[in-house]
């Protein structure tokens, strides 16, 4: 089984406006097509909330003290907690044992924060891949309501590889870089942070 994190955000953290995407790009949402189809996606309401509508292929599996509030469509189950998220995406896993987070602040934070408090040992329990799209924009391109989160132990990560001291990490790091054009609104770079087998 292998849980694996999706996150678009600027190198300050902002990975949302007014509960949206602040960006446009084609190139990203291919990426995540190609991830996460035939894999459970795992989200928090305002995430599920913010898909243009069910996405085909994929079990929604949607977080939320409060179902009652959740209009759901389509192949999605509405669950109150995280760890229960996790149980069901295993169960629906398939063969591959592949399910994704995908969204948003609330369920990436913690995630982010257990891969920071486990930098002095040699691995994060149960986490397979870190998908990030790094995008090269800054909080002054966007006006509304800004939701931010602590992207800091993957901006080090990125830095130790890119400066070549790929051993200093428990991560191994690879990434391709994507140039703004009239498909996508910015420069980014999709990272993918790969847990290190000791």
Known sequence: MSLNVILAS?????IGVDGDLPWKLRSDLIHFKSLT?????VMGRKTYESLPG??????????????????????????PTIGYAIQLAEM????????????????YQ?????????????????????????????????????????????EEDLDLHLRGNIDDTFLNVKHVD???DQFNQYDFKIVKFTEKKV
Do not use: Q
């Not at 292929?57 to 949607?62: E, T």
């Not at 629906?92 to 369920?107: E, I, K, N, Q, W």
């Not at 691995?123 to 989160?149: C, L």
């Open 10 to 14: 600027t190198p300050c953290g902002i």
């Open 178 to 180: 994507v140039n703004r």
């Open 92 to 107: 629906h896993s398939g063969p591959s044992g592949d399910y994704f987070v995908v969204g948003g602040a609330s369920l």
């Open 37 to 41: 189809e035939g894999h459970p996606i």
């Open 54 to 79: 069910v996405l085909p292929n994929r079990l929604h599996i949607v977080v939320t003290s409060n179902p009652e509030s959740v209009n759901s469509k389509g192949n999605t189950i509405i669950v």
């Open 110 to 154: 913690p995630i982010l924060d257990c891969i920071k408090r486990s930098k002095e040992s040699s691995a994060v329990p149960g986490i397979g891949n870190v998908y990030w799209t790094r995008v090269d924009a800054k909080a002054s391109d966007f006006d509304g309501e800004i939701t931010k989160i602590d992207i800091s132990v993957l």
